[in-house]
T-cell receptor
Framework: DAKTTQPNSMESNEEEPVHLPCNHS???????IHWYRQLPSQGPEYVIHGLTSNVNNRMASLAIAEDRKSSTLILHRATLRDAAVYYC????????????FGTGTSLTVIP | GAGVSQTPSNKVTEKGKYVELRCDPISGHTALYWYRQSLGQGPEFLIY????????DSGLPNDRFFAVRPEGSVSTLKIQRTERGDSAVYLCASSPGLASGEQFFGPGTRLTVL
């Protein structure tokens, strides 16, 4: 399995930016970097994904290191509804094009 | 529009019984996935369907687990001779196709084996 490493937990104050790191030193050239989040008692929800260039959407931004061995999910203004477990996942031919979730980062947002 | 739905939301059964879990994907989505999530862990891939066929069943833990998708829409995950270790939340997801980077997840079925 293509492995990622994330901190077990992080805290952020409400309305401040949050940077969630992910290390994936064994990433191959064809692996996409995906981020999903899972709110309590719900199924995972897509956040963003990218290959090499930084990506922005309405939910977040994804900053990918030049060597692609790490990436950062950026939530520009954390809200209480962003409290969730965030999963960084590699997907590509090495993973059979399937998602292999790790244990993710549990984000707590402090009011 | 309607998202992925799963029934039942909760299922309690006794060790050794047979259970079926149902997934209704988003209309038009050709790809369908089953995952299993134990407490404190991320979802674990079980099986992937493209249309009616199981394109990748490498995640099924043993031959007690089987899934079907006979008409390329609704899917059923079947577990025979359930064991206490099968207790988990079973998640279903669908996507427009394998190439899509986004999977849409249902709320899951919580299976408890007593």
């Amino acid at each position: 399995d293509a492995k990622t490493t994330q901190p077990n937990s992080m805290e952020s104050n409400e309305e401040e930016p949050v940077h969630l790191p992910c290390n994936h030193s064994t990433i191959s050239g064809t692996d996409y970097i995906h981020w999903y989040r899972q709110l309590p008692s719900q199924g995972p929800e897509y956040v963003i994904h990218g290959l090499t260039s930084n990506v922005n959407n309405r939910m977040a931004s994804l900053a990918i290191a030049e060597d692609r061995k790490s990436s950062t999910l950026i939530l520009h203004r954390a809200t209480l509804r962003d409290a969730a477990v965030y999963y960084c996942i590699l997907r590509g031919p090495n993973t059979g094009n399937q998602f292999y979730f790790g244990t993710g980062t549990s984000l707590t947002v402090i009011p | 529009g309607a998202g992925v739905s799963q029934t039942p939301s909760n299922k309690v059964t006794e060790k050794g019984k047979y259970v079926e879990l149902r997934c209704d994907p988003i209309s038009g989505h050709t790809a369908l996935y089953w995952y299993r999530q134990s407490l404190g862990q991320g979802p674990e891939f079980l099986i992937y369907f493209q249309g009616t066929g199981a394109a990748d069943d490498s995640g099924l833990p043993n031959d007690r687990f089987f899934a079907v998708r006979p008409e390329g829409s609704v899917s059923t995950l079947k577990i025979q001779r359930t064991e206490r270790g099968d207790s988990a939340v079973y998640l279903c997801a669908s996507s427009p196709g394998l190439a899509s980077g986004e999977q849409f997840f249902g709320p899951g079925t919580r299976l408890t084996v007593l």
